[in-house]
């Protein structure tokens, strides 16, 4: 079992920047494939982007690509994700999920994420 704590979220003003963290409790990231969701509200969750085991290979959702940047600290056992360029539409709850089977690093679709955390708000003002 892995419990996964999402932080970072926050307000910022559009064109601002935040970066999120996700911890994993008592362990490392390096056997888990990893990703970002976001869910905005009435919404449901989408995918924004993911990093293999290894950390060599990442995925972008479109809508995110050139502005966020996922990353993992094997050691800490934390996973990033730098947000830059804000725009109100990136306004949502964020969530941190791990995957023990996925290991390439492009999987986009909720079901193939084992563990999830509670989430952490993100709301950006134009």
């Known amino acids: 079992q892995v419990q996964l704590v999402e932080s970072g979220g926050g307000l910022v003003q559009a064109g601002g920047s935040l970066r999120l963290s996700c911890s994993a409790s008592?362990?490392?990231?390096?056997?888990?494939?990893m990703a970002w969701f976001r869910q905005a509200p009435g919404k449901e969750r989408d995918f924004v982007t993911a990093?293999?085991?290894?950390?060599?290979?990442?995925y972008y959702a479109d809508s995110v690509k050139d502005r966020f940047t996922i990353s993992v600290d094997n050691v800490k056992g934390t996973l990033y994700l730098q947000m830059n360029s804000l725009k109100p539409e990136d306004t949502a709850v964020y969530y941190c999920?791990?995957?023990?089977?996925?290991?390439?690093?492009?999987?986009?679709?909720?079901?193939?994420?084992?563990?999830w955390g509670q989430g952490t708000q993100v709301t950006v003002s134009s």
């Open positions: 999920a791990a995957s023990r089977s996925q290991n390439s690093g492009r999987g986009s679709y909720t079901t193939e994420y084992d563990y």
């Open positions: 008592g362990r490392t990231l390096n056997n888990y494939a």
């Open positions: 990093i293999s085991r290894s950390g060599r290979n990442t």
